[in-house]
C-alpha cells in the first residue's frame, strides 16, 4: 500500500519529540545524521519529490538553488527567526511559501544575551582556561578581575521582542536601560528606558552594547571601527543576533587594543567556521549560534514549524508566514 501521507524533507533532526510527530504524519526519506548541505538536500528533493521542506540556519537555499526545487514543494519552512539563509523573492516567486518560527525563541535568546554579557565581563572564557590548567595558585587580590554589569549602562541596538527581553531582565540588575530602534516604542513597551534616534548618540553612553536586530543589505557591517570607537574605552560588546551586523575585523582591532575590554559572541559572519582569531582572543566568551538551544524551545520551534506545513498543505494561511 503507498503512503497517502503528505511528503516532508527533513534536513536535520529535530528533538524527540517533534520527530514523534513528524515520523507519525508524514511521509519523510532517511533522517539525516547531520544537517545535510545544499547540495545534498537539492539532490534528495529531486528524487523524493517533498510537498514541504523543513530547514533552519546553516543550510542557505538562494539564487540558483531555489531554481532546482521540484515543482512539488509547497513551503519552506524554517526552524528559526531569522531568513537570511533563505532567498526569500525567489522562492515566492516559485510560488513556495515561506514560514519562520518568531516569539517561541524570544525567551531564550534573551537568556543567552544575558550569559554572553556575564561570562564577557566576569572572565569566564580565562577562569575556564586556567581550571582546565589545573590551578594550581592563589590569585593575587588585583589577578584577573572582571567588570560588575550590576549598574552599569547597557545599550541595546534593536528594541524588538528580543531586545525588549534583554531589557527586562537588565533591569533585575539595575542597569540603566538605553536602545536605539527605527522608532520610538510605546510608554509601556519602553519601561523606563532612554530612547536614542541613532546609535551614534546612544554609543558614548553604554557601558556595554548589545545587539538584537536581523540581518540585511542595509545592516551588513554597521558596527564598525567608527561605531566602536565611541564606545567609552573598556565597553564590553555582545551578539547575540546575527554575524553580518559586525565589521569582524574592526571588532578585533578593538578587543586586541583595549577599546573594547571583553565580547559575548553568540554569532558569527562565517558560520560554522568563524574566524580563527577570536579562538586567540582572551577576552572573547564564544558560543557556536545556540541562543535557542534548550528543549523546550527547540521543541516548541519544531512544532510551530510543523504547524505552518500542515496549514499551508490542507489549504489554509500559515501561522507565521515571512512577507517578500
Not at 553604554?206 to 567608527?226: K, V
Not at 582569531?277 to 535557542?292: A, D, I, Q, W, Y
Amino acid at each position: 500500500m503507498s503512503d497517502t501521507r503528505p511528503r516532508l524533507l527533513l534536513t536535520q533532526r529535530q528533538t524527540a519529540p517533534v520527530m514523534q510527530r513528524i515520523e507519525q504524519d508524514f511521509n519523510i526519506p532517511a533522517v539525516p545524521e547531520r544537517q545535510l548541505t545544499t547540495r545534498e538536500l537539492l539532490d534528495t528533493a529531486r528524487a523524493f519529490q517533498p510537498q514541504a521542506i523543513l530547514i533552519s540556519t546553516g543550510l542557505p537555499l538562494r539564487g540558483d538553488d531555489v531554481l532546482l526545487l521540484p515543482d512539488s514543494v509547497k513551503v519552506v519552512a524554517t526552524v528559526s527567526v531569522g531568513t537570511d539563509h533563505l532567498d526569500i523573492p525567489a522562492l515566492h516567486a516559485r510560488g513556495i511559501v515561506v514560514t519562520n518560527t518568531p516569539d517561541v525563541l524570544t525567551e531564550c535568546n534573551a537568556d543567552m544575551a544575558i550569559l554572553l554579557m556575564l561570562a564577557a565581563a566576569r572572565r569566564a572564557s580565562e577562569y575556564g582556561a586556567l581550571m582546565r590548567e589545573g590551578w594550581g595558585r592563589s590569585l593575587a587580590m588585583d589577578e584577573l578581575l572582571g567588570t560588575r554589569i550590576s549598574g552599569k549602562r547597557l545599550g541595546i541596538v534593536g528594541m524588538g521582542r528580543i531586545g525588549r527581553a534583554v531589557a527586562r531582565r537588565a533591569r533585575g540588575f539595575d542597569m540603566d536601560v538605553m536602545y536605539s530602534n527605527r522608532r520610538r516604542l510605546p510608554a509601556d513597551q519602553e519601561a523606563g528606558a532612554t530612547y536614542f534616534s541613532t546609535v551614534t548618540d546612544m554609543l558614548p553612553h553604554c557601558d556595554i552594547l548589545s545587539l538584537h536586530m536581523p540581518a540585511s543589505p542595509e545592516t551588513d557591517g554597521m558596527i564598525n571601527a567608527d561605531l566602536l570607537s565611541r564606545l567609552p574605552r573598556g565597553a564590553i560588546f555582545i551578539n547575540a543576533a546575527r554575524g553580518a551586523l559586525v565589521d569582524e575585523d574592526a571588532l578585533i582591532d578593538a578587543l586586541r587594543s583595549g577599546q573594547l575590554a571583553a565580547a559575548g559572541l553568540d554569532v558569527y559572519r562565517n558560520e560554522p567556521n568563524p574566524d580563527p582569531r577570536f579562538l586567540e582572543l582572551p577576552n572573547v566568551f564564544l558560543t557556536p549560534h545556540v541562543g535557542s538551544a534548550t528543549v523546550e524551545t527547540r521543541t516548541d520551534m519544531g512544532m510551530l514549524a510543523v504547524d505552518n506545513v500542515v496549514a499551508v498543505l490542507n489549504g489554509r494561511d500559515a501561522l507565521t508566514p515571512v512577507r517578500a
